[in-house]
């Protein structure tokens, strides 16, 4: 037979098309400002220092490469929730259930299958607008076609939070939505709720019953402390007693794009809740991929679990999100030396990878036709592409596309 023969190719998200188009630009001036992947001055990858010291350690214990239990390495998801939650006693600890996944799209996607296997069939999950394009994938995929719905989240004329629009969306969503929010470092906006906002969401969220979704992929990476990035969701926790669900990525953070190491985190009411949990998430991960990869959450326990290590991760990041902070002043320094009269001020106040630029897509098409600068249609720009050595094109060339 040939069951293939009218399969059609079909291109990946935006994202993944961009970094595609560029690698076939022959020009050796082009410049990647797309995937949100760190890179250092010389726009290379990075690999932490900590992370260097946590392999030195690892590869000394001569350990062996038996399967991880389906819940992923036991040390990993304990520093995982601690890092996450940082429990305030053992009873909160014990009724939040942490399973390891693969990374944070995989945590995004076992803890959809959870929602769909467990909440009324009818329940309609709720992004902001806009948001992650994968989150659309791995919820369709997970069952959720046809129930994704959207809150306003950014206000275009301001370049900051629609914070009016997006409270009085929660107040009209069905009771026992799932909401979905951007821990820190919103993608692709860099736009965050303030803390007097976050409360306001978070008692909108109790009043309408709300199964609150954070997706935390920046942790320390947005502020360069871990603490501040996860901020929200503790007090979503802790002050209004919400069971909200994290699911927690190391890609970006401790620079482990390619280990897919990341966690799942559910609250419950109590260590029975819990077990109960982790035993159905376990039973999805079994069906799914039967037991996450050992290396990243060797790496990750380590420092988690060692004072001097994570201290020098605490540095480690630190520096990425000083470079990232500086970048912005940077360019739009030099986009006002490039002679533009545009208020850019929204670039600043944003924060983490990206900057929602507010370039048009025809802007966006001439900076990569004629500049052969590669940002997506939607005038995101990640951030951590600019370096020194481009900025001044870079802002040159914005310029050129936007006066
Ligand atoms: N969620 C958001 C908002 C992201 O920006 C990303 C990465 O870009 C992820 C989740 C998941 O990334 P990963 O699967 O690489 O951990």
Redesign the pocket.
């Known amino acids: 037979s040939q069951p293939w023969k009218s399969i059609e190719p079909i291109g990946l998200d935006a994202i993944k098309q961009l970094t595609i188009a560029f690698q076939a630009d022959t020009n050796p001036n082009k410049i990647l400002l797309g995937e949100?992947v760190y890179r250092d001055d010389d726009g290379k990858p990075v690999v932490l220092k900590s992370i260097r010291e946590a392999e030195k350690i690892l590869y000394e214990k001569k350990l062996d490469h038996e399967y991880a239990p389906v819940t992923g390495v036991a040390s990993f998801c304990k520093g995982s929730k601690k890092f996450a939650f940082d429990p305030k006693n053992q009873e909160q600890d014990d009724r939040i259930a942490t399973v390891q996944t693969l990374?944070?799209?995989?945590s995004?996607r076992v803890a959809a299958a959870f929602l769909n296997k467990f909440l009324p069939k009818d329940t309609e999950v709720y992004f902001p607008d806009p948001t992650?394009g994968n989150h659309n994938s791995i919820f369709n995929d997970a069952g959720f076609n046809g129930r994704i719905k959207k809150y306003p989240y950014f206000d275009a004329k301001t370049g900051g939070l629609a914070a009016d629009g997006f409270l009085a969306a929660i107040e009209k969503m069905p009771k026992g939505s799932v909401i979905l929010l951007?821990a820190c470092a919103h993608?692709p906006t860099g736009v965050d709720p303030t803390r007097e906002v976050w409360k306001k969401v978070s008692k909108a969220c109790k009043d309408r019953e709300l199964v609150v979704f954070f997706?935390s992929?920046y942790q320390a990476f947005a502020t360069g402390n871990e603490v501040d990035d996860a901020w929200a969701y503790r007090y979503f926790v802790e002050e209004d007693g919400h069971q909200v669900i994290v699911t927690q990525?190391y890609?970006k953070n401790f620079g482990l794009?390619g280990e897919r190491t990341?966690a799942l985190h559910v609250v419950t009411g109590s260590k029975q809740e819990a077990t109960a949990v982790t035993s159905q998430l376990a039973v999805i991960i079994r069906a799914m991929y039967s037991s996450p990869p050992i290396f990243g959450a060797r790496v990750v326990s380590t420092v988690l679990n060692d004072e001097n290590l994570l201290k020098q991760w605490r540095v480690d990041v630190k520096e990425m999100a000083d470079r990232i902070r500086k970048s912005r002043e940077a360019l739009v320094y030099e986009l006002h030396q490039a002679g533009s009269k545009r208020d850019w001020s929204h670039i600043t106040d944003q924060i983490g990878m990206f900057a929602f630029t507010g370039l048009t897509p025809e802007q966006v098409e001439r900076l990569i036709k004629e500049q052969n600068i590669y940002m997506t249609k939607d005038g995101r720009m990640s951030i951590s592409g600019l370096n020194t050595k481009n900025i001044k094109t870079v802002a040159q060339a914005i310029h050129k596309v936007t006066s």
Not at 103 to 106: A, N, W, Y
């Open positions: 949100g990374s944070g799209t995989g995004l992650w951007h993608n997706d992929a990525s890609a794009y990341g």
